[in-house]
């Protein structure tokens, strides 16, 4: 089953345009993190965000975490056409020893130049 | 030049027919990673391995099989008990095995497209 659920499933701005990105959660968990994926290629690792962090930021991203709401938004600022992909987020939990990773079903993000 | 390679790239299959997905990482990694990624869809985890030797079934590992005889590799059979193996594939690893208390990411493989005919 899906941990976390992105919302919208698509985007489409101008560049310049910052864009917004959001995830939900169902059960608690340990750090959440962000991937990008351009079309046909594999994941990139953006950004992570501890459980007992709210806020952190790397460039142009900022990414926030409200584990009272279980959601977590991804903001890109000054988007530009190179932005455009999909982008998961992936909730970690562990059960017992195990390090679980849980990917949503992404946004599609597309910049318009 | 590290990372992870998948090969190949581009595969066909007949039904009825086995075939082994490659992925090799040099970045002595512990654990890695077998995901199924379905059109407009996440990822869905198949099979993962955390030490040589040892392998642990996913949310969807009927009709595939792993292995893991050496560290930089962890080649993926789908076998033709599956039976909408038409996907996109993905390899990834992580630094150690994600015990409680890490906080690893994960490390991709390009893909591999496998398509039924």
């Known amino acids: 089953s899906q941990q976390g659920e992105e919302d919208p499933q698509a985007l489409s701005i101008q560049e310049g345009e910052n864009a917004t990105m959001n995830c939900s959660y169902k059960?608690?968990?340990?750090?959440l993190q962000w991937y990008r994926q351009n079309s046909g290629r594999g994941l990139v690792h953006l950004i992570l965000i501890r459980s007992n962090e709210r806020e952190k930021h790397s460039g142009r991203l900022r990414v926030t975490l409200d584990t009272s709401k279980k959601s977590s938004s991804l903001l890109i600022t000054a988007s530009r056409a190179a932005d455009t992909a999909s982008y998961f987020c992936?909730?970690?939990?562990?059960?017992?020893?195990?390090?679980?990773?849980?990917f949503g079903k992404g946004t599609l993000l597309t910049v318009n130049p | 030049d590290g990372g992870i390679t998948q090969s190949p790239k581009y595969l066909f299959r007949k039904e009825g027919q086995n075939v082994t997905l490659s992925c090799e990482q040099n970045?002595?990694?512990?654990?890695m990673y077998w995901y199924r990624q379905d059109p407009g869809q996440g990822l869905r985890l198949i099979y993962y391995s955390q030490i040589v030797n040892d392998f642990q079934k996913g949310d969807i590992a009927e009709g595939y099989s792993v292995s893991r005889e050496k560290k930089e590799s962890f080649p993926l059979t789908v076998t033709s008990a599956q039976k909408n193996p038409t996907a996109f594939y993905l390899c990834?690893?992580?630094?150690?095995?994600?015990?409680?208390?890490?906080?690893?990411?994960?490390?991709f493989g390009p893909g591999t497209r496998l398509t039924v005919l």
């Open positions: 970045l002595n990694h512990d654990a």
């Open positions: 990834a690893s992580t630094p150690t095995r994600g015990l409680a208390g890490t906080t690893d990411t994960q490390y």
């Open positions: 992936a909730t970690v939990s562990y059960g017992g020893s195990n390090y679980k990773l849980t």
């Open positions: 059960t608690s968990i340990n750090n």
